[in-house]
């Protein structure tokens, strides 16, 4: 069950704070990205990279340590995304 909760805190969790943070600071959001289409499709695909590239952004653009930041919570997206698969093809194998 601990699993399962923590599957859900990781899928509902950043989409939650997504939106939260964009009502409570949408000029930053606004700056950031300049259109409604990326961050739109950042909370369906992938919410943590979306949260760390908010995070991290300034006016000059990225630096090295921040794009770290950034594919740090790639690999998170893609580690809930791929972690659930691999381990319902392991429990079938099994």
């Known amino acids: 069950m601990p699993c399962c909760a923590l599957a859900v805190l990781g899928l509902i969790g950043p989409r939650a704070l997504i939106v ?5 600071d949408a000029s930053h959001w606004s700056a950031v990205f300049g259109s ?4 739109l499709l ?14 991290v952004w300034s ?3 990225l630096s090295p340590f921040a ?3 950034v594919a740090l919570a790639f690999l998170a997206d893609i580690g809930f ?3 659930g ?7 079938r194998s099994g």
């Open 20 to 24: 939260f943070w964009w009502l409570i």
């Open 36 to 39: 409604l289409i990326l961050p």
């Open 42 to 55: 950042g909370f369906l695909f992938l919410p943590w990279t979306t949260l760390a590239y908010v995070l």
């Open 59 to 61: 006016t000059g653009g």
């Open 67 to 69: 794009w770290l930041i």
């Open 81 to 83: 995304y791929g972690g």
């Open 85 to 91: 698969a691999f381990r319902e093809r392991y429990r």
